[in-house]
């Protein structure tokens, strides 16, 4: 038997408790929650090992390298190794390989087996795919870390310590310093936009350009991948093309350099005998305080929470898709939430909440009517509000609906208005008028999703190709005024946008002003102010102003700007809704959670001065209402929550 | 000064450095959580709550006889004219009183703070008065288990096998008898001290897990101290 293969044996030896308790461990509920999916709903499918992986992955590579190096560090059996004819660096490289391949071996397997088990799901299990793309190195360090610790303090305790106050700096360190945002694996494993990308391998017939096929831009095919590396096959080329983020590489890059640094400086500890001694007590409050000071970092840097005056329960049953209100203030306001039965979505409820008393406890009257009026069968989805509310008659919802009984072929939709009058006696919708405003191949217009306005008396109807102006101000004969093309859009400059406005010539100057702004479609979260405009993305929030408009165009200027910083990307995780009032920011963001930002305009600055963070539910959408507090709307409960600006008054 | 008011004295100043450390850090957390308002005052008690419900006792069962074998001071210990059980029930108490301070304390300020500003007072004493059982608990338990053990990193292993334990029966109980076979007998919530936390939410069932870990508890103690002594027998 030769050295190698000897170290080899005595390593794997050392290894196989550690093996044998990380496979009880990521591999039992794994397979506990497959089984009883299995048992369930006859699919074995498990979830587990992407979660389980990135919490306590960092932990066990920290028990293994600190195992398998301080196992060997008792007295004298350290002393014995060195004396036998081995050299340095096989002794440690055999060491290295061994514990990272039992580490790698023992989180990788489920991994790969969840990605497997999800290969013909609906939905991709992308989260998988980043944590093997990405958590892969991030245990790869901190693996190197815990082997070097080991070496430098030959102390199981202490090494474990010192190890885990290290894993702590590198998952949290680069999330709270913006300069090492590229090293966050948090920020890297978060939905956000795809940047720069790079083919890195592709598999096909040579004939097939690289140049032809852009990734976002080929939906049809199939497409698979997280935000890292993107897989994508397009069967009929028999073509699978590997996309990187340019990103990916830099973070790998990186965390190996830095694996490999440790690495080498493990050998020099061996080589010159470095040994570090320091007490239990003393390491303990080495890591509580690296602890506290990135809590305490990331709390005082994220600001205070605003409070929240009420909560106020929205009535059981019915899911609310979206939860649309258009005007909500102490006088009331207006939603929809879908009706289901075993078949599925069966029709609509109109859910009038009214008379929203303010005092201790928040107290409300809320009535149900039932809609029986068909719905596009796509359903609804969030930016598509096909219903319009305002608080100068009260009693009336203005609808965006399809005529069934119209209905004249499989693909032709017929589109209407409905003016519904929700009856307080009998507690029914009653439709008091309709107005047919167009015919719609569904086929030709499938990603197309209808939107409504109101500016009582005037209602804008975005319809598949055209607007159409409706005058409201008789319930029971809405009147269409005008219906014309409209193509909504912006083009985008360094420090400005450029908006389009209608050509229509009937309308008034300030009316193809708001149509404009009701219907300009951005990706991202946006809001007038008059002739201000802002939005929200996932990297930054942006304030414009109006410079210069023309019979065609408006012309607006970057005022001001916020990069957001990667612990505040992190935790929001991008804008959903926008408000722009005075020089105050409202942004809601996807993580349930409220960010108010001042303007300073003459510096240019977003400055966050207050966010509200919600413990339960997402929300969906929120309402600056007239006493100047705001009410963010969720699938369950409306808080009601004091701004700063208010405070400050 | 008796031997057995010496032992506490020793016990207490052996101890006394991870008290102040994980009250340090439990108080910490929660007065800059609920002074920035970062997260919803809920979650910040949450958080202080799973510090103190997981990581104090671990880190205090480590100190009570895993540190002292390690240090092979035990067996000095022993040569006091005291009997085996009593350094056991000594050792037992202090280690009940330093799990407990940091969770008293972090209540006293959650209340001042935070109390009826987004959860009631009552609540917040609901949930740290949960707590402290969950955490008397578990510490009995690693100390037991971990009797055997001869140094303190080994018998931090051992707690985090009894909580993966705790864990894993845990989710037999919801993917075998609730969710399959739809028997609603919460007897994992019985027969750990999880009981103690769901209690502290509000859901759980509160009295059957106090008498069923009362009844263990009292069992686990006399087999430690049985264990204590025959160890003590071979350590001298």
Known sequence: ?649 | MSPTKALFWKEWRQMQWRWIFSLAMCCTIVFVGLKTRVLPDQMIILFSFGISAFLIPLFIAMGLVAEEREQDSLRMQLKLPVAAWKVYVVKMAIGTLAVAIPAVVCSIIALLMAGNRERTSADIIRIYGFVIPFEIIFMLWTVVFSLKRKTQWAAALTGVVILAVWVFLIICDDVFLLEIWHIHWDLSLIITPFGFLEAGSDKGPWLETSVAQGILAAVLFWWGMRRFAMLTRSDK
Not at chain 1, 200 to 208: F, Q, S
Not at chain 1, 285 to 311: D, E, R
Not at chain 1, 530 to 537: A, L, Q
Not at chain 1, 548 to 555: A, C, F, H, P, V
């Open chain 1, 1 to 649: 038997m030769n050295t190698l293969t000897a170290l080899f044996k005595k390593e794997l030896h050392t290894a196989k408790w550690f093996l044998l308790g990380g496979v009880l461990f990521f591999w039992s509920f794994p397979l506990l929650e497959g089984t009883g999916t299995y048992l369930r709903s006859g699919t074995f499918r498990t979830d587990i090992p992407s979660e389980i992986s990135w919490m306590f992955g960092g932990l066990f590579a920290i028990i293994t390298a600190c195992g398998l190096v301080c196992m060997d560090m008792p007295k004298g059996l350290y002393e014995f190794w060195r004396s036998r004819p081995v050299r340095l660096l096989p002794y440690m490289t055999v060491k290295y390989i061994v514990g990272l391949a039992v580490t790698l071996f023992v989180i990788t397997v489920p991994l790969l087996l969840e990605i497997y088990l999800f290969r013909n799901a609906d939905h991709s299990n992308s989260f998988g795919r980043s944590i093997l793309c990405c958590h892969t190195f991030v245990i790869l360090l901190i693996y190197s870390v815990a082997f070097c610790a080991g070496h430098l303090f030959r102390n199981m305790t202490e090494t474990v310590i010192i190890s885990c106050a290290a894993m702590l700096l590198i998952y949290f360190v680069p999330v709270l310093v913006p300069a090492m945002e590229p090293l966050s694996f948090f920020n890297l494993v978060t939905d956000g936009p795809a940047p720069n990308m790079e083919i890195v391998a592709k598999l096909g017939p040579n004939e097939t350009p690289k140049s032809s096929i852009r990734p976002g831009t080929d939906w049809g095919y199939s497409f698979w991948g997280n935000r890292h590396m993107y897989w994508m096959s397009i069967s009929s080329k028999s073509l699978l093309i590997v996309y990187v983020f340019k990103g990916f590489w830099l973070f790998t890059g990186t965390l190996s350099a830095l694996s490999i640094v440790l690495v080498a400086g493990t050998w020099v500890c061996l080589k010159y005998h470095l040994q570090i001694r320091l007490g239990l007590k003393s390491l303990c409050w080495c890591l509580g305080l690296v602890a506290l000071i990135l809590f305490s970092t990331a709390a005082f840097s994220v600001a205070s929470n605003l409070t929240c005056l009420a909560k106020i329960s929205l009535p059981a049953g019915g899911e609310k898709v979206p939860p649309i209100i258009f005007c909500f203030d102490n006088k009331g306001g207006v939603m929809l939430c879908g009706r289901y039965d075993k078949s599925g979505l069966s029709g609509y409820n109109v859910l009038q909440i009214d008379r929203i008393t303010e005092g201790p406890s928040y107290t409300y009257r809320h009535e149900s009517y039932p809609l029986d009026i068909s719905l596009p069968p796509q359903g609804f989805c969030y930016d598509s509000w096909r219903i319009a509310w305002s608080k100068q008659a009260p009693d009336i919802v203005y609808f965006l609906g399809i005529n069934n009984s119209a209905q004249s072929s499989n693909t032709l939709r017929r589109f209407s208005l409905y003016v519904i009058r929700l009856d307080d006696d009998t507690h029914i919708a009653r439709v008091l008028g309709e107005l047919p405003v167009g015919e719609y191949d569904a086929e030709k217009y499938k990603y197309y999703s209808e939107n409504i306005a109101l500016d009582y008396p005037r209602l804008y109807l975005w319809l598949p190709n055209e607007v159409a102006v409706v005058d409201v101000g008789d319930d029971k004969q809405p009147r269409l005024l005008a219906k014309f093309a409209y193509h909504a859009g912006f083009s985008s400059g360094e420090n400005g946008k450029t908006f389009s406005l209608p050509s229509d010539k009937t309308l008034s100057e300030e009316q193809r002003r708001r149509i404009m702004q009701h219907f300009s479609y951005e990706f991202r979260a946006r809001a007038w102010d008059g002739d201000r405009y802002g939005e929200g993305g996932y990297d930054s929030i942006c304030v414009y102003e109006k410079k210069e408009t023309g019979t065609e165009k408006i012309r607006l200027e970057k005022i001001a700007e916020r990069k957001l910083p990667p612990l505040e990307k992190l935790i929001y995780r991008g804008a959903r809704r926008l408000i722009l009032h005075d020089d105050i920011v409202y942004s809601l963001c996807n993580m349930s959670s409220l960010m108010v930002y001042r303007l300073n305009e003459s510096s240019g600055v977003l400055k966050p001065i207050g966010h509200y963070a919600a413990s339960e539910g997402g929300f969906y959408d929120m309402i600056l209402r007239d006493d100047g507090l705001i009410a963010l709307i969720g699938e369950k409960q409306i808080h009601i929550v004091q701004p700063p600006a208010i405070k400050s008054r």
